[in-house]
């Protein structure tokens, strides 16, 4: 399970990932609101711990312009401060729960638990865009009636895109990401499976199509059909 760590103070971003490694998560950090929000759209973390005072961008502003953009990943909100404003700020932005600093490590880690067992909860767990809807158990993918599977590379690649419509997803950042640092991949496959992709979603006659913005990678963009 891939946890993200949203925390300025360095040092505590280390340390959080630490203790979230011993307990076998696997963890990652961003420094920033912004390189935290940019993470967490790619679509990778199962759960993210977030700081309330970030630069570039707070804790609050992160999390709202997620739940925003339809993402909903779990969220523990972490504040210094102990006003209850600032706790029902928080969870009016869309966070699922928040932790007081300082705490200790099997505080964290408990709350890690209840977070990521909610998400296991829920019944319908789907990612949309425009007409588009992506069943993230079955890897189905569906417009109007008409619906079409998806391989596991297929999935990983439109979950990403769709985890991003507020930006361009690179042919770097899907090779990294969908096949990982092992080399197996190159710019070809990502080409490959935009194309079967690009197939799929037109088979089931969706308005959506995956737009190719030379040098700067992929986007999706809702076009209507002339005729229709
Ligand atoms: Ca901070």
């Known amino acids: ?27 990652e950090a961003a420094y920033d609101g912004k ?17 309330v005072m970030l630069p570039r961008m707070t804790g609050f502003e992160v999390v709202h312009e997620l739940r925003r ?77 008409k619906s079409v599977h998806l391989s596991g590379k297929e999935f990983e690649v439109l979950r990403m895109l769709m985890s991003s419509t507020s930006r361009v997803v690179s042919k770097q950042d899907l090779l990294t990401r969908v096949w990982g640092t092992d080399g197996e991949g190159s710019e070809n496959s990502v080409e490959a499976y935009v194309s079967f992709l690009r197939k799929k979603i037109s088979h089931i006659g969706s308005k959506v199509q995956i737009t190719t913005l030379r040098m700067l990678g992929y986007r999706l963009e809702v076009f209507e059909r002339l005729g229709a």
Not at 1 to 27: F, K, T
Not at 36 to 51: H, K, N, P, Q, W
Not at 79 to 88: G, H, L, N, Q
Not at 100 to 109: G, V
């Open 1 to 27: 399970m891939n946890i993200l760590v949203v925390e300025d103070e360095q040092n505590l971003a280390d340390a959080i990932c630490h203790i979230l490694e011993g307990a076998g998560y696997h963890a």
């Open 35 to 51: 390189s935290g929000l940019t993470a967490a759209e790619s679509g990778l973390y199962d759960a993210m711990i977030l700081d």
């Open 69 to 145: 953009q339809g993402n909903s990943i779990p969220v523990l909100l972490l504040t210094a401060r102990t006003s209850t404003t600032d706790k029902v700020e928080g969870l009016d932005a869309g966070a699922d729960d928040y932790m007081t600093k300082p705490f200790e490590a099997p505080e964290l880690l408990a709350r890690m638990r209840a977070l990521t067992r909610r998400q296991g909860d829920v019944v319908i767990d789907e990612a949309s865009f425009a007409d588009l809807t992506l069943d993230l158990n079955t890897h189905d993918l569906r417009c109007g009636e």
